[in-house]
C-alpha cells in the first residue's frame, strides 16, 4: 500500500524508518518530513493542517494509509475531515478523531475524562477569566509546589511548576489575562503536584481492543543531572527497569483498560495511538496527561525494540483483528540521546551546517535519527532546537547509552550540545 505520513521531526523519521520495513509499504511519502526522511521516501512540502492539499496529495498519490505524527492535525479533525469526504474514506487514518484527541488537546476533558471513569490523577481545580479571582484564592490556599496548566495546546510550554505563592498567581495572571498562550490559556488547570518518577506507556487502540507497544522514560531538562529548563526532550531510554510485571499490570487494571472502557462508553472514535504519561508514586502509577500520538523522543527507542511489523498493526486496528495480533519486542536495552542547537530551548540560530561521519553508517548497534534538520543544495544544515538524535543498542542502558555518545562524537554542527548522562539513575 501507499502511506503517507504527517510530520517533520525525529518521531517521524524513526516512523519512516519503521513503517519501510514492512512488506505492507509499497511508497512513502512524508509531509513535509526532513533531511533524514528522504532517505526512505518521497518528502513533500506540505503543512500538517493544510487539509485540503493534503486530500489532493492523497488522491494524486493513490495513498491507502494516513500516518499522523504530531498533535495539531488530529486536534483540529483530520479523522473527521478524511471520513466526511467520499473520496477519502477509503484511507486508513492512524489516529483519533478531534472529539477524542480533546484528550490531549484540552487538560480540562482529560482531567474530567480521569474522573468520569476513576483514573488515579492529582486532585485539580479549572479557572477562567470568570471565576479568575477564585483561582487566586485556590492558588493562596494551596500546598506547594503547585502545577498551573494552560488548558489547550501549547507547543510542550504550557506547563509551570510553582515552587511560590506568588510564581503561581503572577503565571496564572500571565496565562489568563495576559493571554500568554492565546486561546489554549483561556482556561487553566491547577492541580496537586506529584512526586516520582515520570514515565511513559504507548498502546495502540481501535477504541475497544488494545495493544501496549512499548514504554520509556525521557529527560526534559536541558542540563545534566536533570537540571535546568525543561526542552521538548533530550533522551529516552526504554524498557524502564522499574516498569517490571507488578508495574505494569497496575498499569493496565487501574489506568489503560479503564481509559479503553471510557472511551467506549463515551462514543468516542479513537483509531490509534494513546500516549499515557504517567508518574510513578512509590509504585503506584498516577495519569499526568495523555497524548493522542506517539511522543518525540520515546518513538526513538520504542520503535527500534518493536518488533512485530507496524504497517501490519495500523492494519488489524482497522480491520477489527487488533485483539489477534502478537506483539513482540528486542529484548536489548535501548537509549537514544538528542543533539540540539546551541541557546535551546531559548534562542538558537538555524542553517548551520552538519557533518555525520561516513563510519556511523558501520556502526551497527547504532542509528541516527533527523529531527530538526533540512537538505539545502546537498547539505543538511540544521532547522531547529532540537537537531538529531542518536539511538543505540546495548545489553544495559549504560551500554546503549555510551554506544549513543560515542556516535555523537563522530556528528557535528556548531553549537551542538547534548546530555552526557542519559539513563544515569539505571548504572549496570
Given at each position: ?361 558501520e556502526m551497527k548497534d547504532s542509528i541516527v535519527f533527523h529531527a530538526g534538520t533540512i537538505l539545502k543544495d546537498e547539505q543538511i544544515l540544521t532547522n531547529g532546537g532540537r537537531v538529531l538524535a542518536v539511538t543505540s543498542y546495548g545489553n544495559s542502558i549504560t551500554e546503549a547509552a555510551a554506544k549513543s555518545k560515542t556516535a555523537l562524537q563522530k556528528i557535528h554542527f556548531d553549537g551542538m550540545y547534548f546530555r552526557s ?8
Amino acid at each position: 500500500m501507499n502511506i503517507l505520513l504527517l510530520g517533520s521531526g525525529g518521531r517521524e523519521h524513526a516512523l519512516a524508518w519503521k513503517i519501510v520495513q514492512s512488506h505492507h509499504c509499497d511508497q512513502l511519502f512524508i509531509a513535509p518530513g526532513n533531511a533524514g526522511t528522504a532517505a526512505f521516501g518521497t518528502n513533500l512540502s506540505i503543512s500538517v493542517t493544510d487539509f485540503e492539499t493534503i486530500k489532493a496529495s492523497c488522491l494524486e498519490n493513490r495513498i491507502d494509509m494516513l500516518v499522523v505524527g504530531p498533535e495539531e492535525p488530529l486536534v483540529k479533525g483530520i479523522y473527521d475531515f478524511f471520513q466526511a469526504d467520499p473520496d477519502l474514506q477509503h484511507i486508513i487514518v492512524v489516529g483519533p478523531s478531534a472529539k477524542a484527541a480533546q484528550l490531549e488537546g484540552s487538560k480540562a476533558f482529560s482531567k474530567q475524562f480521569m474522573q468520569r471513569h476513576g483514573i488515579p490523577t492529582a486532585g485539580y481545580a479549572e479557572f477562567t477569566e470568570a471565576n479568575f479571582e477564585e483561582g487566586k484564592a485556590y492558588i493562596q490556599q494551596h500546598p506547594l509546589p503547585v502545577v498551573l496548566k494552560a488548558d489547550g495546546l501549547a507547543a510542550g510550554k504550557g506547563v509551570v511548576i510553582a515552587t511560590s505563592t506568588e510564581m503561581a498567581i503572577a503565571s496564572f495572571t500571565e496565562m489568563i489575562q495576559g493571554k500568554q498562550f492565546g486561546a489554549a490559556s483561556e482556561k487553566v488547570v491547577i492541580e496537586e503536584f506529584l512526586s516520582g518518577i515520570e514515565v511513559s506507556v504507548f498502546a495502540l487502540t481501535n477504541g475497544s481492543d488494545y495493544h501496549i507497544i512499548g514504554h520509556a522514560k525521557d529527560y526534559k531538562r536541558i542540563g545534566e543531572g536533570d537540571t535546568g529548563l525543561n526542552t521538548g526532550g533530550m533522551g529516552c531510554v526504554s524498557p524502564v527497569p522499574f516498569m517490571d510485571d507488578l508495574f505494569m499490570q497496575k498499569v493496565e487494571e487501574t489506568i489503560i483498560k479503564p481509559t479503553i472502557k471510557g472511551l467506549t462508553d463515551e462514543n468516542l472514535v479513537y483509531h490509534g495511538i494513546v500516549f499515557f504519561g504517567l508518574m510513578n508514586v512509590d509504585g503506584t502509577p498516577y495519569v499526568i496527561e495523555y497524548n493522542c500520538r506517539l511522543g518525540d523522543p520515546e518513538t526513538e527507542v520504542i520503535l527500534p525494540r518493536l518488533e512485530t511489523d507496524l504497517v501490519a498493526l495500523f492494519a488489524a486496528m482497522d480491520n477489527g483483528t487488533l485483539q489477534d495480533a502478537n506483539i513482540s519486542f528486542d529484548q536489548r536495552f535501548v537509549a537514544t540521546i538528542m543533539a540540539v542547537s546551541g541557546g535551546y530551548p531559548g534562542d538558537y540560530v538555524k542553517n548551520k551546517p552538519i557533518s555525520i561521519d561516513a563510519e556511523i553508517a558501520e556502526m551497527k548497534d547504532s542509528i541516527v535519527f533527523h529531527a530538526g534538520t533540512i537538505l539545502k543544495d546537498e547539505q543538511i544544515l540544521t532547522n531547529g532546537g532540537r537537531v538529531l538524535a542518536v539511538t543505540s543498542y546495548g545489553n544495559s542502558i549504560t551500554e546503549a547509552a555510551a554506544k549513543s555518545k560515542t556516535a555523537l562524537q563522530k556528528i557535528h554542527f556548531d553549537g551542538m550540545y547534548f546530555r552526557s548522562d542519559i539513563g544515569f539513575e539505571f548504572p549496570c
